[in-house]
């Protein structure tokens, strides 16, 4: 990557000084939560956990270190409000950033029927810490976790893969990018990752199924790409990573 580039995918890059820049992350969710009409009914503090937790993921597999939080709620504060405050809070402390500051803003002029969350994470990193786009070998991207959305999350959040599994995957050294999968589904992440290296993609799998096709919601997938000739050794320390494609150099 230039490290002067704003644009790292969904992610915003901001250099600060020679050796270090913000990276800025955001998410939003609505109709899911407690309100009246919301599509799916359940605890506003996990919706607001879930709506955390794809800024952060981004952040966390880009290499920057979050440093601030800001929410911004479309409900009123009581009760709605504090709902979400308290669920950022407990995601903030499982991630391991209980001590980060947290910001936002309420809507309390106007009554409203569903739920409407917002969620931008601000990190820092140090700018020869950005990720390379540049690849000298094909690489192979496995999948972590399973595409969950609506109902489908409340029904796994037991079995959605962990911050700790995310931390111990990046600091392999085979791997070389990490991507969040959300509501575009696979298919269209794995193709978002191989334009980012300009490698062309050589599947394993139906990329038309529709597992590959449907929205991973909260981010309950992940696509790892690692150098080709140490995937033995990252099989052996990760066999619930499952192969979906290799990228490969395109020559065009």
Same mark, same amino acid.
Request: with cysteine; hydrophobic share 40%.
């Given at each position: 990557?230039?490290?002067?580039? %704003?644009?790292?995918?969904?992610?915003?890059?901001?250099?600060?000084?020679?050796?270090?820049?913000?990276? &800025? !992350?955001?998410?939003? @969710? !609505?109709?899911?939560?407690?309100?009246? /009409?919301?599509?799916?009914?359940?605890?506003?503090?996990?919706?607001?956990?879930? @709506?955390?937790?794809?800024?952060?993921?981004?952040?966390?597999?880009?290499?920057?270190?979050? &440093?601030?939080?800001?929410?911004?709620?479309?409900?009123?504060?009581?009760?709605?409000?504090?709902?979400?405050?308290?669920? /950022?809070?407990?995601?903030?402390?499982?991630?391991?950033?209980?001590?980060?500051?947290?910001?936002?803003?309420?809507?309390?002029?106007? %009554?409203?029927?569903?739920? =409407?969350?917002?969620?931008?994470?601000?990190?820092?990193?140090?700018?020869?810490?950005?990720?390379? *786009?540049?690849?000298?070998? @094909?690489?192979?991207?496995?999948?972590?976790?399973?595409?969950?959305?609506?109902?489908?999350?409340?029904?796994?959040?037991?079995?959605?893969?962990?911050?700790? #599994?995310?931390?111990? &995957?990046? =600091?392999?050294?085979?791997?070389?990018?990490?991507?969040?999968?959300?509501?575009?589904?696979?298919?269209?992440?794995? !193709?978002?990752?191989?334009?980012?290296?300009?490698?062309?993609?050589? =599947?394993?799998?139906?990329?038309?199924? !529709?597992?590959?096709?449907?929205?991973?919601?909260?981010?309950?997938?992940?696509?790892?790409?690692?150098?080709?000739?140490?995937? #033995?050794?990252?099989?052996? #320390?990760? %066999?619930?990573? *499952?192969?979906?494609?290799? /990228?490969?150099?395109?020559?065009?």
């Amino acid at each position: 990557m230039n490290q002067m580039n %704003p644009r790292f995918r969904d992610l915003s890059v901001v250099p600060t000084s020679p050796t270090t820049a913000l990276v &800025i !992350a955001c998410d939003s @969710s !609505a109709g899911i939560g407690e309100k009246p /009409l919301d599509a799916v009914q359940i605890d506003s503090a996990i919706t607001a956990a879930y @709506s955390l937790r794809v800024p952060l993921l981004e952040l966390l597999c880009f290499g920057a270190r979050p &440093i601030a939080v800001v929410d911004t709620v479309g409900n009123e504060m009581v009760p709605t409000g504090r709902r979400v405050i308290q669920g /950022l809070k407990r995601e903030l402390t499982k991630a391991g950033f209980y001590d980060i500051p947290l910001n936002g803003r309420t809507e309390d002029n106007m %009554p409203t029927r569903t739920t =409407a969350i917002g969620v931008t994470v601000i990190g820092q990193i140090n700018r020869k810490d950005i990720p390379t *786009t540049s690849i000298d070998d @094909s690489l192979i991207v496995y999948q972590l976790g399973t595409p969950y959305v609506g109902e489908a999350v409340k029904a796994h959040l037991a079995t959605i893969f962990s911050y700790d #599994q995310v931390r111990t &995957i990046r =600091a392999t050294p085979a791997v070389v990018d990490m991507l969040p999968v959300g509501s575009k589904g696979i298919a269209n992440e794995l !193709a978002q990752m191989a334009a980012t290296h300009t490698a062309k993609i050589s =599947a394993v799998v139906d990329l038309a199924d !529709a597992e590959f096709t449907q929205s991973a919601g909260p981010a309950t997938v992940l696509l790892v790409a690692v150098v080709a000739d140490k995937r #033995q050794l990252f099989e052996r #320390q990760f %066999p619930e990573l *499952t192969e979906i494609a290799q /990228l490969h150099q395109n020559s065009d």
